[in-house]
């Protein structure tokens, strides 16, 4: 990790000493060509440290210069055109007349855009004179001639189907077909480079299409280039929520962390709140001292998981309340009413696995996540939710309803890319930030190399908001909306004693008038989340009340008298 003189930060400009940053200039498992400018001994490891850049009240936007520039990229040279002549050549031999039209080469893959030839039917007719009278040759054969009876182009599923043809003729690992591109009247075939480039975030944000998106709303994302090299970017607040999914080693986590290094370059704390949901511990870790958290943790364990999201809930029936006091609909109009006492944040909640949270708590979780999803929009709240395991039970129905925009990253079968974006495609992706981009506004998915942005950078990135000079400018954290959340879901811990739960009599006695019992029996009955009744269910096992666990079966019932035994529970 970089070293930082946090007396530097906290200096007036002009008193400022040049500190310089180690930069390494090669990142690990990305492969990229071209060699950056040569320089000599330390120099080309050190650059000098910016300054911010004004935002009013005290606050200072980290400057870009944090991020490292792209090196001057090169591709492996390749013969595009001989490749172009391949699939001409190889479409050709199964009967199907084509032409490439156009040679499109980005960062991973290159499209070579087919315009589809003519199919000719014809048919043999004798040839006659003027006067209608049949001709023969010197033999006394007549002559024939062929005519044109119809001529149509070539259907486009003659194309689609010599996919793997086509991958073997060219000795490519896999090929997708985009049949046609969108706007366009080719068939797009896309053969992956040999050589993979790297799209560095900060090439992203420097460009137009960053710039527009940031100016409608402060939650541009950066999302990378297309097949042609041009840099893509879309605006969160219109999504209104994103939906990741992907393999491990797909590029989901480089990804999110891509997507919230944009979020810290252009929005202070008073702008925008983090609410960071992290099962597994250490994917989000980097980000757990920044001053734009909500709370003040990062919540990691999976049993406030349901109380955090009724917080959140709670925040948005707040903010409603102050929309209806002020007669505004939205946050932007809230913000910019003479009425409104104080502006109001843009709140983005980031969840780094699903499919835990749905394995502990599935009916509580779904159910938290789709009206967050239904409601909270208009509130500027706004979810990012990723998953490895893109199953139906996972991502259910209802939860695809309410995500319309998403990404998928490369997956194991056709199967999971159609329950993510509805369509197949996503089994074909290489890895490593390859990825189909699904808008809400657009019918197929876009494919995408992803912005890369490396921990050196996040680093640079969160020594700068956790400088001691906006230590007092930080606003206060919302621990007493969660802690009210995590207490009315009963997602707190509690005693394992079985006469500190008042509830465990209502259980007893619910068992007794079953033959089965399960957690979500209790739920239902009781009216309470998943831990509790999971603990419950634990409580009624020790006592010898239900039969143990049997696959995710319900518990059966072995002692049903409650009546006559439940003074000993008392």
């Known amino acids: 990790m970089p070293q930082f003189d946090e007396d530097w930060l906290d200096s007036e400009p002009e008193e400022r000493p040049v500190p310089v940053v180690e930069t390494p200039l090669e990142e690990e498992d990305i492969v990229v060509t071209g060699e950056p400018e040569e320089e000599e001994g330390l120099e080309a490891y050190q650059r000098p440290l910016p300054m911010g850049r004004p935002a009013g009240r005290g606050?200072?936007?980290?400057p870009l210069d944090l991020l490292t520039e792209a090196a001057e990229v090169e591709l492996r040279p390749v013969d595009n055109e001989a490749r172009a002549q391949l699939i001409v050549e190889t479409l050709g031999s199964f009967g199907v007349d084509t032409r490439v039209a156009s040679i499109n080469q980005g960062p991973t893959v290159t499209q070579f855009g087919v315009e589809p030839g003519w199919e000719t039917k014809t048919r043999t007719v004798a040839v006659r004179d003027d006067k209608g009278r049949q001709v023969?040759?010197?033999?006394?054969?007549?002559?024939?001639?062929?005519?044109?009876?119809?001529?149509?182009?070539?259907?486009?599923?003659?194309?689609?189907?010599?996919?793997?043809?086509?991958?073997?003729?060219l000795a490519a690992p896999t090929i997708r077909i985009e049949a046609p591109v969108p706007g366009k009247p080719v068939v797009g075939i896309e053969v992956p480079?040999?050589?993979?480039?790297?799209?560095?975030?900060?090439?992203?944000?420097?460009?137009?299409?960053f710039n527009k998106a940031?100016?409608?709303?402060?939650?541009?994302?950066?999302?990378?280039?297309?097949?042609?090299?041009?840099?893509?970017?879309?605006?969160?607040?219109?999504?209104?929520?994103?939906?990741?999914?992907?393999?491990?080693?797909?590029?989901?986590?480089?990804?999110?962390?891509?997507?919230?290094?944009?979020?810290?370059?252009?929005?202070?704390?008073?702008?925008?709140?983090?609410?960071?949901?992290?099962?597994?511990?250490?994917?989000?870790?980097?980000?757990?001292?920044?001053?734009?958290?909500?709370?003040?943790?990062?919540?990691?364990?999976?049993?406030?998981?349901?109380?955090t999201l009724q917080a959140i809930i709670h925040e948005m029936d707040s903010r409603y309340r102050r929309f209806a006091s002020v007669g505004v609909r939205n946050l932007e109009a809230y913000n910019k009413s003479p009425h409104a006492t104080h502006t109001l944040p843009y709140w983005v909640v980031v969840i780094d696995e699903l499919a835990d949270l749905m394995m502990a708590a599935p009916y509580e979780v779904e159910r938290q996540i789709c009206r967050l999803a239904q409601l909270a929009r208009a509130t500027g709240i706004h979810l990012i939710i990723a998953t490895q395991r893109p199953s139906?039970?996972?991502v259910?129905?209802?939860?695809?309803?309410?995500?319309?925009?998403?990404?998928?990253?490369?997956?194991?079968?056709?199967?999971d890319s159609r329950t993510i974006i509805d369509g197949a495609g996503a089994e074909k992706l290489l890895g490593r930030g390859d990825m189909l981009f699904m808008p809400t506004d657009a019918s197929k998915p876009k494919r995408l190399q992803g912005s890369f942005v490396s921990d050196q950078e996040l680093d640079r990135i969160v020594v700068w908001w956790?400088?001691?000079?906006?230590?007092?400018?930080?606003?206060?954290?919302?621990?007493?909306?969660?802690?009210e959340g995590i207490e009315q879901t009963d997602g707190a811990p509690v005693a394992a004693a079985e006469e500190e739960d008042p509830l465990y009599e209502a259980a007893r006695e619910l068992a007794g008038q079953h033959s089965r019992v399960s957690t979500s029996l209790l739920q239902r009955r009781l009216h309470i989340g998943y831990p509790r009744a999971a603990r419950l269910i634990d409580m009624l096992e020790e006592n010898g009340v239900v039969g143990g666990s049997e696959s995710g079966q319900s518990r059966e019932v072995l002692d049903a008298s409650w009546e006559e035994d439940g003074d000993r529970f008392e």
């Not at 006394?140 to 003729?169: C, F, H, K, W, Y």
């Not at 980000?287 to 709370?295: D, K, R, T, V, Y």
């Not at 259910?396 to 990404?407: S, V």
């Open 59 to 62: 606050w200072e936007l980290p």
């Open 193 to 209: 480079n040999t050589t993979t480039s790297l799209v560095a975030i900060r090439s992203v944000i420097e460009s137009t299409a």
């Open 396 to 415: 259910t129905g209802l939860i695809k309803a309410n995500f319309p925009t998403r990404i998928a990253f490369a997956v194991s079968s056709q199967v």
């Open 214 to 307: 940031n100016s409608r709303s402060k939650l541009a994302i950066a999302l990378g280039k297309g097949v042609s090299g041009e840099p893509v970017a879309a605006d969160l607040a219109k999504m209104p929520h994103l939906l990741i999914a992907g393999a491990t080693g797909s590029g989901k986590s480089v990804c999110i962390n891509s997507i919230i290094a944009g979020f810290l370059l252009h929005n202070t704390p008073e702008e925008l709140r983090l609410v960071l949901i992290d099962p597994k511990r250490v994917e989000l870790a980097n980000f757990g001292s920044i001053p734009h958290l909500a709370f003040s943790k990062i919540i990691t364990d999976t049993e406030e998981v349901v109380g």
């Open 136 to 169: 023969y040759d010197r033999d006394g054969r007549p002559q024939m001639r062929s005519e044109v009876v119809s001529r149509t182009r070539v259907r486009v599923n003659r194309i689609t189907n010599l996919a793997n043809d086509l991958a073997l003729a």
């Open 466 to 483: 956790t400088s001691d000079r906006f230590r007092h400018l930080v606003p206060d954290k919302m621990d007493h909306l969660l802690d």
């Open 392 to 394: 139906v039970d996972v």
